[in-house]
């Protein structure tokens, strides 16, 4: 299977761009430059006789959004990213897959990944832990009324709900997030290991120290998967009961549910203390502020936050879902659907499947939300 590369020809240099047309034209692959494949929609356009699919068409730029793939069957789908970039993800890069320091990286197959992404793949720790990076974002809470402080949340990796194109693509979205919760020993105990790992790979990178690591308590009757890590100072109170929490979609709702849910352990310690919270997936970032809150209410000096997945529930490059189908004579809007098993995508009528005509009025709607090409 051949490979394909479309190279975003305005962020990289000119001798980067000579370069990698050398060796793909050496190796009898296809290189392709983005604007000369981009149609008036910003979607890339490939020629029909060329194989497409995620795994074998890269993208590789400094810069530059996420771009659809159109296929001539009228799908959508996303090419395997690449970033030329030295730093850790950011939540708004959950599209790229992998990053390099430099084209010189590409060539010698220096990428850089996910840990948690490329644990879950290879499932040891030494075949994992090179050319790995994690997460970053930070979220500013205020702590009962108090001064309003900033909390720093670090993921090893992207956790893509049912609803994500991603979701059955994704190795730790399927190998371990998921598949733990069943509480079957085996899985049990390989999601232990990776907990275990996972925590150790990350107190080696990211190069801070702190007096307490504790972790978000489980429910009753779930196993306790943190508990070899950290200690606990967070409980839930005894009289303390929400239902289908996960199944709350915004930041306020699940804020509302955890009011007076956690408290402090009446032994703990945490004044002027530097701390570590740990769970393993965090959505709207919720669980992690609700904890961090009673933690500054209690004098802690600082808060970090550690989860094995970020998730990433819905497709965040669907922007403008409910715009007005383009059809002659429908009152129908426009609807995101994908493949599963393939993660090829596409844009209906909501009371036609057959109108088609709206895609090309969905993606004039993208390119303006979410492009500034030139």
Not at 22 to 43: A, G, P, R, W
Not at 161 to 185: A, I, Q, Y
Not at 235 to 240: F, V
Not at 278 to 288: K, N, P, V
Request: one cysteine or more; proline letters at 2%; a positive charge.
């Amino acid at each position: 299977m051949r490979i394909n590369l479309i190279v975003d020809n305005v962020s990289l240099y000119e001798e980067e761009i000579s370069s990698l047309k050398k060796y793909f034209e050496s190796i009898k692959s296809n290189i392709f430059m983005l604007t000369e494949v981009l149609d008036s929609n910003f979607c890339i356009n490939i020629k029909s006789d060329i194989d497409v699919k995620r795994f074998n068409t890269f993208l590789i730029s400094r810069n530059c959004n996420m771009f659809f793939i159109k296929l001539n069957d009228g799908t959508i789908t996303l090419p395997t990213f690449i970033r030329i970039d030295d730093s850790n993800w950011s939540k708004n890069e959950w599209f790229i897959d992998a990053k390099v320091n430099s084209i010189d990286d590409f060539f010698n197959g220096n990428f850089y990944t996910l840990f948690g992404e490329k644990f879950a793949y290879y499932g040891n720790y030494n075949k994992a832990e090179p050319l790995t990076r994690y997460m970053v974002s930070n979220l500013t809470i205020e702590p009962f009324n108090s001064l309003k402080k900033t909390i720093t949340i670090y993921s090893l990796g992207r956790y893509f709900g049912r609803k994500h194109r991603l979701d059955s693509l994704n190795v730790l979205s399927t190998k371990l997030l998921t598949k733990f919760k069943d509480n079957k020993p085996k899985k049990i105990g390989a999601f232990k290991l990776f907990i275990e790992q996972s925590f150790n790979y990350f107190l080696t990178h990211v190069g801070k120290e702190y007096d307490i690591v504790c972790y978000i308590p489980t429910k009753k009757g779930q196993f306790n998967r943190f508990e070899p890590l950290g200690e606990t100072i967070i409980r839930i109170k005894d009289n303390a009961s929400f239902q289908n929490y996960h199944s709350l979609e915004t930041k306020l709702e699940r804020k509302k549910a955890l009011a007076n849910y956690y408290c402090l352990d009446e032994n703990a310690n945490v004044k002027d203390k530097t701390i570590l919270v740990i769970d393993d997936i965090s959505t709207t970032g919720a669980t992690f502020e609700s904890a961090a809150n009673l933690l500054f209410v209690g004098g802690a000096k600082s808060v970090d936050c550690l989860c094995i997945g970020h998730t990433f529930r819905y497709d965040d490059s669907v922007v403008g879902e409910g715009i007005k189908c383009a059809f002659a004579g429908c009152d129908g809007t426009l609807k995101f659907e994908f493949k599963n098993n393939t993660s090829e995508s596409f844009i209906v009528c909501n009371k036609n499947g057959k109108h088609l005509d709206g895609v090309d009025e969905y993606l004039k709607y993208f390119k303006l939300l979410y492009h500034n090409f030139s």
